[in-house]
């Protein structure tokens, strides 16, 4: 059975889980957090999660188990349609993870973990988020999901890094980036009420209080 190795907390661990229900697949959860132990980086070298683990062997990296979810279980498919729509769906990912997630991330430990972020980071961070979001728009209307009538592996990506995005700029950038993204909130409404989101979401609440532990504890 496959196992997802991370904890409910982490927004790539989500994503990957998601997609686990989306897909109707049994798949056993394994609570890590992200570490360098040489027995955890023989199965994820940068010591991050999620890392999945399969009859094979495991590997790391979201986008990569979302490639491989979707060639060892091609139905139901989350990257659908012709090698031009497939590209589009990873094009999507990619302007949503590198252009805005891993940005935003940079200023997670002040608007998350009580941590500072220097002035002049938080400027680079709003000069980045305004144009990954003018990205993202160029790219969706969110009409109903994200690229159009099928509904997508971007559309958990988006679900589920867009809020946290958004929650890192008002908390400490003074910005929000849904003021560049129109119909955006309906938008995620909508993915919300996907039995997979709700699941995700449930589970994130009842892993926060521990990983907040574990972070004061480490
Ligand atoms: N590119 C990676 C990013 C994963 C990632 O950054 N995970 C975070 C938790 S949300 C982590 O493990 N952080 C610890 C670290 O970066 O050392 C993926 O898509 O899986």
């Given at each position: ?5 991370g ?39 940068m ?21 491989y979810?979707e ?10 349609g012709?090698p ?24 997670y430990p002040e ?30 209307g969110?009409?109903p ?10 559309d ?22 849904f003021?560049?993204?129109p ?11 996907r ?5 995700v ?9 521990a ?8």
């Amino acid at each position: 059975m496959l196992k997802l190795h991370g904890f409910s907390v982490s927004n790539y661990y989500n994503v990957v889980k998601a997609a686990l229900l989306e897909k109707g697949l049994a798949f056993e959860e394994v609570l890590v957090y992200p570490s360098s132990d040489e027995r955890y980086l023989s199965n994820s070298p940068m010591g991050k999660v999620p890392c999945l683990e399969t009859e094979e062997g495991s590997f790391s990296e979201s986008q990569v188990m979302l490639d491989y979810l979707e060639e060892a279980y091609p139905e139901p498919a989350l990257i659908p349609g012709s090698p031009f729509q497939r590209a589009k769906t990873r094009e999507i990912n990619r302007v949503l993870e590198l252009y805005l997630e891993l940005q935003a991330r940079r200023v997670y430990p002040e608007a998350f973990f009580g941590g500072q972020v220097s002035e002049q980071t938080k400027q680079e961070v709003r000069e980045a988020l305004k144009k990954g979001a003018a990205a993202l728009r160029r790219l969706t209307g969110f009409q109903p999901w994200i690229l159009g009538q099928d509904f997508t592996s971007s559309d958990l990506v988006a679900g589920i890094h867009l809020p946290l995005v958004r929650d890192a700029g008002r908390k400490v950038l003074d910005m929000d980036i849904f003021e560049q993204l129109p119909g955006v909130k309906e938008y995620l409404g909508r993915v919300r009420e996907r039995p997979s989101m709700q699941r995700v979401m449930d589970d994130y609440k009842a892993g926060l209080e521990a990983f907040m532990k574990k972070r004061k504890g480490a």
